[in-house]
């Protein structure tokens, strides 16, 4: 399994077109094979700061994720939107347990 976590800041401006290109982005992103979770939030203390919560059963699932034309319209929308540089990473998960119970 993969976790991949990003955090970018937007402009202020660009917010509502950007929650309305994110909303199609996690609908299509959902109905391909192999993705868990595909979620975006505004962080409450900057609102100008997103963040990204994805979780994809494989490399492989993930490497045809960055191959489809929702992702290329998408990263146009969110880059054009960035005050500065995104930061992104991939991790990969052994095992995943509840915390609690």
């Not at 997103?50 to 992702?71: G, K, R, V």
Request: aromatic letters at 10%.
């Amino acid at each position: 399994m993969l976790v991949v976590t990003g955090r970018i800041e937007v402009e202020a401006g660009a917010m509502a077109s950007l929650r309305e290109a994110a909303s199609v982005m996690v609908a299509a992103t959902l109905a391909e094979d192999g993705c868990d979770k595909y979620q975006f939030a505004v962080d409450i203390e900057r609102p100008g700061v997103i963040h990204l919560f994805e979780q994809w059963a494989s490399a492989e699932a993930l490497d045809e994720h960055f191959a489809t034309p929702h992702f290329a319209a998408f990263s146009e929308v969110l880059l054009n939107a960035a005050t500065g540089p995104a930061e992104f990473n991939r991790y990969g998960i052994a095992s995943l347990d509840p915390l609690f119970g």
